[in-house]
């Protein structure tokens, strides 16, 4: 594929563009847990039930994964994220009128279908556009991710306790719907992304690389999507108030922005990342370790070391991925793979956490199994020597 270099200015607007619409896709999950025990003081939800706000989500975006590459080359990519804007727009407008819990599950659900077809393109844009910066500006796209989740978590709270209403906390979030799709639509429609008819399509259900990829970033990811549905209401257990529950979840996804910022241009100054995923990955485990043995002690501690491993192991896990291929829309079809099996991983972990709560009484144990499956992790990237990428995924 033949790739369009952009200029300087329009590049910027390009990813000033991309900034916004990767703003959305996370305050949709993220506003929920800080206003979980509202939600279940107005509609009845077991702990169980109350993780499917985050597992369907996240298995919508596992499974939209696998069709969003071709959506985006039928439609083209351009007003494929127009289209992904309105249903995340629409869904998460809805909450505003909801009365049980199978419409929430439901908003939930169309808003993760939205988001996968997102995140299903913007790797092979970004790889495709920003050739030279591919680790800067995939760490600024998933770090945007982070800040939206970031500012729902923190301000959804404040929301509510201003307008009296949980649905509103939910709700609100759809301006940020709105303003990123005046700016996407403003795009000039040569600057919009570049389709491919020549695109290769691979199957990777048949490489073992591809699957070491997938689970690892669907491990990693599973640490992410249970912080961000239990760690709010963990705290709440606690005798924190929502609001500050919901703080203290802010100030872990800002630590997630500032990592998801930093780490990509640290590990650029090299091809191998390894040594980068290892500190990525203790910090992970101490910030769980602290949150089991001492979460009242140093409370902005803990968060703080698994905002910074889980911001920066993120972006990382996706540029790991981008790396064993050149070629712009292989490497798409590799990081859609590995995010759709991933996001199939993460998305069973909140609800495994929920039953934990309900049948033990405590989110612990759900931290001590996150912290053996870091552990894991840490073993899992010894295998990732860039020497041997190119015998792995030809």
Same mark, same amino acid.
């Not at 929430?104 to 790797?123: R, T």
């Not at 609001?243 to 998801?260: H, I, N």
């Given at each position: 594929m033949e790739t369009v270099r952009t200029t300087a200015r329009p590049a910027l607007l390009l990813m000033f563009?991309?900034?916004?619409?990767?703003?959305?896709?996370?305050?949709?999950?993220?506003?929920?847990?800080?206003?979980?025990?509202?939600?279940?003081?107005?509609?009845?939800?077991?702990?169980?039930?109350?993780?499917?706000?985050?597992?369907?989500?996240?298995?919508?975006?596992?499974?939209?994964?696998?069709?969003g590459i071709r959506v985006s080359q039928r439609l083209g990519e351009h007003r494929t994220v127009v289209l992904s804007l309105l249903i995340i727009g629409v869904a998460t407008a809805s909450r505003l009128f909801l009365d049980s819990a199978a419409e929430l599950i439901l908003s939930a659900v169309l808003?993760?279908?939205?988001?996968?077809?997102?995140?299903?393109?913007m790797p092979a844009l970004i790889k495709s556009r920003f050739r030279d910066n591919v680790?800067?500006?995939?760490?600024?796209?998933?770090?945007?991710?982070?800040g939206g989740a970031a500012i729902a978590a923190a301000f959804a709270p404040l929301v509510m306790i201003r307008t009296g209403s949980w649905r509103v906390g939910l709700a609100v979030w759809a301006a940020l719907a709105v303003v990123a799709l005046i700016f996407w639509m403003a795009q000039p429609a040569q600057q919009s992304l570049i389709e491919s008819k020549?695109?290769?399509?691979?199957?990777?259900?048949?490489?073992? #690389? %591809?699957?070491? @990829?997938?689970? $690892?970033?669907?491990?990693?990811?599973?640490?992410?999507?249970?912080?961000?549905?239990?760690?709010?209401?963990?705290?709440?257990e606690k005798g924190w108030s929502e609001q500050d529950a919901g703080l203290l979840l802010g100030f872990l996804t800002a630590m997630e922005v500032l990592s998801g910022l930093a780490t990509p241009a640290i590990a650029n100054r090299s091809r191998d990342r390894r040594l980068v995923l290892v500190v990525l990955l203790g910090l992970i485990m101490a910030g769980f370790c602290g949150l089991i043995l001492g979460p009242q002690y140093l409370s902005l501690m803990w968060p703080c070391l698994l905002g910074?491993?889980?911001?920066?192991?993120?972006?990382?896990?996706?540029?790991?991925?981008?790396?064993?291929?050149?070629?712009?829309? #292989? %490497?798409?079809? @590799?990081?859609? $793979?590995?995010?759709?099996?991933?996001?199939?991983i993460a998305g069973v972990s909140p609800l495994l956490a929920g039953m934990i709560r309900d049948h033990l009484g405590s989110f612990e144990w759900a931290w001590w199994g996150l912290t053996a499956v870091v552990a894991l992790m840490i073993l899992m990237v010894l295998r990732f020597d860039p020497r041997h990428y190119a015998r792995h995924i030809h």
């Amino acid at each position: 594929m033949e790739t369009v270099r952009t200029t300087a200015r329009p590049a910027l607007l390009l990813m000033f563009a991309i900034v916004l619409v990767a703003l959305n896709l996370r305050p949709s999950m993220a506003a929920i847990g800080p206003l979980l025990s509202a939600i279940r003081g107005d509609i009845e939800l077991s702990f169980s039930l109350a993780s499917l706000l985050t597992m369907l989500p996240v298995m919508a975006m596992g499974v939209a994964m696998f069709f969003g590459i071709r959506v985006s080359q039928r439609l083209g990519e351009h007003r494929t994220v127009v289209l992904s804007l309105l249903i995340i727009g629409v869904a998460t407008a809805s909450r505003l009128f909801l009365d049980s819990a199978a419409e929430l599950i439901l908003s939930a659900v169309l808003a993760g279908v939205g988001i996968a077809l997102i995140q299903a393109l913007m790797p092979a844009l970004i790889k495709s556009r920003f050739r030279d910066n591919v680790a800067l500006c995939m760490g600024l796209y998933v770090t945007s991710i982070m800040g939206g989740a970031a500012i729902a978590a923190a301000f959804a709270p404040l929301v509510m306790i201003r307008t009296g209403s949980w649905r509103v906390g939910l709700a609100v979030w759809a301006a940020l719907a709105v303003v990123a799709l005046i700016f996407w639509m403003a795009q000039p429609a040569q600057q919009s992304l570049i389709e491919s008819k020549s695109a290769t399509r691979q199957s990777f259900f048949n490489n073992s #690389r %591809a699957w070491l @990829l997938a689970i $690892f970033f669907g491990l990693g990811t599973a640490s992410y999507t249970c912080v961000l549905a239990w760690l709010a209401p963990y705290y709440v257990e606690k005798g924190w108030s929502e609001q500050d529950a919901g703080l203290l979840l802010g100030f872990l996804t800002a630590m997630e922005v500032l990592s998801g910022l930093a780490t990509p241009a640290i590990a650029n100054r090299s091809r191998d990342r390894r040594l980068v995923l290892v500190v990525l990955l203790g910090l992970i485990m101490a910030g769980f370790c602290g949150l089991i043995l001492g979460p009242q002690y140093l409370s902005l501690m803990w968060p703080c070391l698994l905002g910074l491993g889980i911001g920066g192991l993120f972006p990382m896990s996706l540029i790991v991925s981008m790396d064993h291929l050149d070629h712009p829309q #292989r %490497a798409g079809s @590799l990081t859609a $793979f590995v995010q759709g099996i991933g996001y199939l991983i993460a998305g069973v972990s909140p609800l495994l956490a929920g039953m934990i709560r309900d049948h033990l009484g405590s989110f612990e144990w759900a931290w001590w199994g996150l912290t053996a499956v870091v552990a894991l992790m840490i073993l899992m990237v010894l295998r990732f020597d860039p020497r041997h990428y190119a015998r792995h995924i030809h």
